[in-house]
């Protein structure tokens, strides 16, 4: 027999498990999905500069297109921002030599307010279930200067094919 006070009827259980289910709504009920929020197109007469803003639209040459395909969705002029990931695979790959960083720089270099948010992994292999011990100690070696080679060949590449740099008012503090 169970401990007094500790016993619960299953029609008590199944409420308080409902009480739980109930506020989370769709996004915990399988294949359920939220319902789309409105989005609010920006007014026609601003002035000035648009708001800086972007999003992660994707990897790879097609990631470039989405960028103005991912404004007009919102109703809002192209975003400003582009916002790119390397992969983390291989020290090539961290490198920039996967071919994309060409077609972000032609990218930021068509407009002067344009910002390129670069995403670099610290090491390689960065997603493959390393074993705890390389774990514990790549980003000490890292630290140590072990892999600045590579960092050094990413900027050369990024610096050779033109895309430039804009520093922000609060660069330096």
Not at 13 to 27: I, N, R
Request: hydrophobic fraction near 35%; proline fraction near 12%.
């Amino acid at each position: 027999m169970a401990p007094r006070g500790t016993r619960r009827s299953l029609p008590a259980l199944f409420t308080a498990a409902l009480a739980l289910v109930l506020p989370a709504g769709p996004a915990c009920v399988p294949g359920g999905e939220p319902p789309p929020r409105p989005v609010r197109a920006a007014p026609a007469h601003e002035s000035g500069p648009p708001t800086a803003y972007g999003a992660y639209v994707g990897y790879g040459p097609e990631a470039v297109r989405r960028v103005a395909e991912f404004g007009a969705r919102l109703g809002r002029p192209e975003p400003r921002v582009g916002h790119a990931y390397l992969p983390g695979d291989t020290w090539t790959g961290i490198e920039g030599a996967a071919g994309d960083l060409d077609q972000w720089a032609q990218w930021r270099r068509a407009r002067q307010d344009r910002l390129l948010v670069l995403n670099v992994p610290m090491l390689d292999r960065n997603e493959a279930h390393l074993p705890d011990d390389v774990v514990r100690t790549e980003p000490g070696e890292g630290a140590g200067g072990r892999y600045d080679d590579h960092f050094r060949t990413l900027a050369r590449r990024l610096v050779q094919l033109g895309a430039p740099t804009r520093r922000s008012s609060s660069a330096g503090r």
